[in-house]
């Protein structure tokens, strides 16, 4: 491998990745790759920095922000101390105004480029609370002995390396400021070096972590754990295997769970189940999508990529019907007992791999009125083949991945005849580049 020229460089900045880095291009002829798209990460649009580089590819490169001589007016001063250095974050650099919107023009860009469609209508974003807004997620953990210290924290951005944290202002305070506290407990621990994730999850009212340990663990160190448990407030839980294998140190038997109260819903879950990390958007973006779908009484709704029925609850109070498919096993499991908790009789879930050939499943001819698809990133678009569209007045469309989302609305309008009525963007993760959208569609 070429060895890469360090030696920095003024540059100007004149786009952005999707991904939050400055776009520019090295004009000098004399310089190697002159002419190349160069990606720097921590510069803004408008800018001039100096860079260096960190990465050579055949197309582009990729490199760093070392100094700013020529600031963007939109350019913030980041909250986080490690920013720059951990990837959990890519935008704290930049307004928080602005963030949302350098978003929008993503999704947009990704419908017309990719999916060739044109949203009739641009939502106006869905923003909540910008700072401690993550309730769920995974620190990795790491003993450094040439620190003498265990690493708890996310990836740094050259993702080889765990981030040296002592804080994070994204994730909920109740966790985000007791990293040093956790990686203090993980180093005094008997098995610190077989520790390798811890994750997290917090419901209305009990925060929980799960550590992974891949040997058994002693008595002092379960002892370390529930002290540690009581004196933060904390509900541990233990992974000595798979999923399968977590269970509950202490307290005996923690309640998870988070309140829907629009729709008087409370939804129960499990440690490593999936939720939406940010409690406030989440309960916006229900209201947008019932609001979009427009169930009337006597519909009835599908709801697919379901989970545990973050939706599927609540349009069920408003639907004649609503059946909800998920992939997941476990999470059908956890929905129906959240139906039956719930009190709903009109809901029906049922499990099932919607990435593959589905025409065994009775549920795919039984006729709905409405569709909500909230699939993972890799979209929808194998069981939109598949699914009988006649009939249904709406489908409305979460997305995690605007790309994904471009491929499918590109599929439904251009081969499928409807039309893309509304899409925006909803910002699920703020200070992150993660895009998550929402579009709706009506036949033609």
């Known amino acids: 491998m070429a060895r890469i020229d360090q030696t920095p460089f003024t540059i100007d900045i004149v ?34 920095v100096v860079a260096q580089l960190t990465q050579r590819h055949r197309s ?24 720059g250095t951990c990837g959990g974050c890519a935008l704290q650099h930049l307004d928080e105004g602005k963030q949302i919107h350098a978003k929008q023009r993503v999704l947009l860009d990704n419908l017309e480029r990719i999916g060739h469609v044109t949203p009739q209508t641009v939502l106006e974003p869905l923003v909540d609370a910008a ?44 966790i985000g400021m007791k990293i040093a506290a956790l990686s203090a407990l993980i180093d005094g621990l008997d098995a610190r070096a077989q520790v390798p994730q811890v994750e997290f999850i917090a419901g209305d009212d009990t925060v929980a ?36 294998s977590v ?12 309140t829907l109260p629009a729709w008087d819903i409370e939804l129960q879950f499990r440690p490593l189940d999936f939720i939406q990390v940010n409690a406030g958007l989440n309960q916006k973006m229900i209201a947008r999508t019932l609001d979009l779908l427009d169930v009337q009484a006597g519909d009835r709704v599908l709801d697919l990529f379901c989970g545990l029925g973050n939706f599927t609850l609540p349009l069920a109070r408003v639907a004649n019907e609503v059946v909800g498919v998920e992939g997941d096993a476990g999470l059908i499991r956890r929905a129906r007992e959240n139906a039956t908790h719930n009190h709903l009789d009109n809901v029906d879930f049922h499990a099932a791999d919607l990435a593959q050939d589905l025409s065994a499943h009775a549920w795919m001819r039984a006729g709905f009125d409405r569709l909500l698809l909230d699939p993972p990133r890799s979209g929808a678009d194998v069981v ?54 929402i579009a709706m569609f009506e036949p033609r």
């Open 15 to 48: 786009d952005q990745t999707h991904d939050g880095r400055g776009v520019a291009r090295r004009a000098d002829p004399k310089v190697p790759g002159a002419g190349k798209a160069v990606f720097v990460s921590g510069a803004l649009p408008g800018e001039t």
């Open 60 to 83: 582009f490169d990729e490199a760093r922000t070392l100094e700013v001589l020529s600031a963007s007016p939109d350019r913030v001063t980041p909250r986080c101390p490690h920013f």
């Open 131 to 174: 700072w401690g807004y993550r309730r769920k997620g995974r620190f990795s953990v790491r003993r450094v002995d040439k620190k003498d210290k265990t690493l708890v924290g996310f990836r740094e951005q050259d993702g080889r390396f765990v981030a040296d944290l002592s804080e994070c202002h994204t994730v909920m305070p109740q």
């Open 209 to 244: 972590l799960v550590f992974r340990h891949m040997m058994p663990l002693s008595e002092c160190d379960l002892a370390a754990l529930t002290a540690f448990a009581q004196a933060h407030d904390f509900a541990i839980f233990l992974q000595p295997g798979g999923i399968d």
């Open 247 to 258: 269970h509950a140190l202490w307290p005996h038997a923690p309640k998870l769970a988070f």
């Open 384 to 437: 939109l083949k598949q699914l009988p569209l006649g009939g249904l007045k709406r489908i409305v469309y979460v997305s995690c991945h605007p790309a994904s989302l471009a491929r499918d609305a590109g599929y439904l309008v251009n081969e499928r005849g409807w039309k893309l009525r509304a899409a925006g963007v909803m910002d699920m993760f703020p200070h992150t580049a993660h895009v998550e959208s």
